[in-house]
């Protein structure tokens, strides 16, 4: 049983079991429906609700200012350890497809600041980053969980949502798609 | 016997090999669980969503006394009704303070802890505080399981929640 993860077996046997029936249904069908983008009913092809804040290095942070731009809205926190996962392939993107129009913007959801900024530093994040809030939190339909992330178009528009873990391939590939060849 | 044993390696083989066939994330998401992670909470100790709604509605006398143990943005922006703060498990600030709110309950209350920041095996709030409760001598402590987090598998359900402080 050597080619199990331990945290299979370390998992609730009704989990295992539920685990397992879905593998194999994902396998037949091709795609783990984890790793589908959720659309969300509330934002998807909407204006992306507009916001300004001060990013961790006391510049001012307007999204409407990104219009033109293919913005990835990253909702992230320092207790997420998906999303820490997620940050080194935010960097490259930054570097690789600034040039071609897309701005990654993170969104601190972490209740300390100074948490979020040691995170910011440690992993020379090459994007803005600002603290949230509920407010904002509430204005993108609620941050119940992370990680979560936002694709907006260069009209301002949410072309897609991802919540939870997701293939980042999938991410990059639906961003691809947005920008300038 | 050894066809047994067979069709259960075969099995074995066909989940390892799918398990590495998935994307680095995915992998991560099934990887092995981060020290003090919720899957160091016992299976008899979790509690369903569905089951809790059923508690919350059936329970007249002794209610469970709930609390969320995650981050407290996401608790102002949605918890269970009648749930408190009680501050990040992972956190060693938080732990006092969930120490503080339950130390001079009986032993024998019950108490549901919840977060919901993240998915299940990813959570760092959980187990800590389960730990302290158990070492604090509490033997009814029960955690809500929620796989993905609190929006998808309590909010998106339309279970109650309410905003605030």
């Not at chain 1, 942070?61 to 320092?78: E, I, M, N, P, Q």
């Not at chain 2, 992998?27 to 969503?49: D, V």
């Not at chain 2, 956190?91 to 969930?98: N, V």
Request: net charge positive; proline share 7%; charged share 20%.
């Amino acid at each position: 049983m050597s080619g199990i993860p331990k945290a299979f077996w370390n998992a609730p046997c009704t989990l295992r079991r539920s685990f397992t029936v879905k593998l194999l249904l994902g396998l037949c069908v091709g795609v783990s429906a984890a790793q589908s983008p959720v659309a969300t009913t509330s934002l998807l092809h909407k204006q992306a609700p507009q916001f300004v804040r001060t990013d961790l290095e006391n510049r001012k942070l307007d999204l409407s200012a990104y219009r033109g731009k293919v913005v990835l809205l990253d909702f992230w926190a320092t207790w997420c350890a998906s999303c820490e996962l997620e940050m080194p392939r935010f960097v490259a993107w930054q570097t690789q497809y600034g040039p071609r129009g897309l701005q990654i913007i993170g969104i601190s959801m972490d209740d300390d600041p100074a948490l979020a900024r040691r995170l910011y530093k440690k992993m020379k994040l090459n994007y803005p980053v600002a603290m949230g809030d509920e407010k904002l939190g509430q204005l993108y339909g609620g941050v119940l969980g992370l990680p979560l992330a936002f694709l907006i178009d260069s009209q301002g528009k949410v072309q897609a949502q991802f919540r939870g873990e997701t293939d980042l391939n999938l991410i990059e590939e639906r961003f691809k798609s947005l920008l300038r060849p | 016997m050894k066809t047994g044993l067979v069709v259960r390696s075969g099995i074995a083989m066909f989940i390892g090999f799918a398990f590495l066939s998935l994307s680095p994330q995915i992998r991560a998401q099934f990887g092995p669980a981060p020290a003090g992670s919720a899957f160091s909470i016992p299976e008899a100790q979790l509690l369903k969503p569905e089951a809790l709604v059923q508690l919350l509605q059936t329970t007249s006398k002794d209610k469970p006394l709930l609390l969320q143990v995650g981050s407290h943005m996401l608790f102002a922006q949605a918890h269970i009704p009648g749930s408190e703060y009680a501050g990040p498990g992972s956190q060693p600030a938080g732990i006092e303070q969930l120490q503080n709110r339950v130390n001079s309950l009986p032993r024998k209350k019950l108490i549901v802890l919840y977060c919901g920041c993240c998915p299940w095996n990813r959570c760092p709030n959980l187990g800590p505080a389960f730990a302290k409760l158990r070492d604090m001598g509490f033997t009814n402590v029960k955690a809500l399981y929620l796989a993905n987090n609190f929006g998808a598998d309590w909010a998106d359900k339309g279970y109650p929640v309410e905003q605030g402080y």
